[in-house]
């Protein structure tokens, strides 16, 4: 299996701050013949079922504020928040789909500093 | 746009078997690919497997041994099965379209293994 490893577990930003959360992935999930990234960035509230935000490593979905990006290749991959709004407390996850089984991140709390 | 229901007990036997259903509107089963994830309780994601309208399955090799997921495209449905749960099973469970990435997702259902 490929294991996803986040950093932090948590941290806590000032509104209007920027947050940084770090996955990375026991081996590469670029695939040569595209030149993709087979990972995903998940947003999960409390109470509700995660929501995608990022596709393709650096894809935002449809309606997911700009504020939100994607970066990184290979094995090393970022979600930044560029603006942190009260809304965006929540549980983050990556998630890769290079090879089954599919597997998560163990998620990176974001507070309000 | 597609939205997926889960259905079935709330409360499953240990040794017993765990069955849930998921109900795709709003657009048609016979395209992409259906997976079943779960949550147990304060925890991480963990997929369980996926199911083609063809049939074809893929499952999680810790699971793989006591899953069944299978589809009704004339119901535009499709299902999870678990055998011989315990109290590790417990869970929310997750069904969602999976295009590679997973979305949309249902809103989950609680599962408790305990007699």
């Known amino acids: 299996d490929i294991v996803m490893t986040q950093s932090p577990d948590s941290l806590a930003v000032s509104l209007g701050e920027r947050a940084t959360i770090n996955c990375k992935s026991s081996?590469?999930?670029?695939?040569?013949?595209?030149?993709?990234?087979?990972l995903a960035w998940y947003q999960q509230k409390p109470g509700q079922p995660p929501k995608v935000l990022i596709y393709?490593?650096?894809t935002r979905e449809s309606g997911v504020p700009d504020r939100f990006s994607g970066s990184g290749s290979g094995t090393d991959f970022t979600l930044t928040i560029r603006s942190l709004q009260a809304e965006d407390v929540a549980v983050y996850y990556c998630?890769?789909?290079?090879?089954?089984?599919?597997?998560f991140g163990q998620g990176t709390k974001v507070e309000i500093k | 746009q597609v939205q997926l229901q889960e259905s079935g007990p709330g409360l499953v036997k240990p040794s017993e078997t765990l069955s849930l259903t998921c109900t795709v509107s709003?657009?048609?089963?016979?395209?992409?690919?259906w997976s079943w994830i779960r949550q147990p309780p304060g925890k991480g994601l963990e997929w369980i497997g996926y199911?083609?309208?063809?049939?074809?399955?893929n499952y999680n090799p810790s699971l793989k041994s006591r899953v069944t997921i299978s589809i009704d495209t004339s119901t535009n449905q499709f299902s999870l099965k678990l055998s011989s749960v315990t109290a590790a099973d417990t869970a929310v469970y997750y069904c969602?379209?999976?295009?590679?990435?997973?979305?949309?997702w249902g809103q989950g259902t609680v599962v408790t293994v305990s007699s």
């Open positions: 081996q590469s999930v670029l695939y040569s013949s595209n030149n993709k990234n087979y």
């Open positions: 393709w490593a650096s």
């Open positions: 709003g657009g048609s089963i016979r395209s992409d690919y």
């Open positions: 969602a379209r999976d295009n590679s990435w997973f979305d949309p």
């Open positions: 998630q890769q789909y290079y090879r089954t089984p599919r597997t």
């Open positions: 199911i083609y309208y063809n049939g074809n399955t």
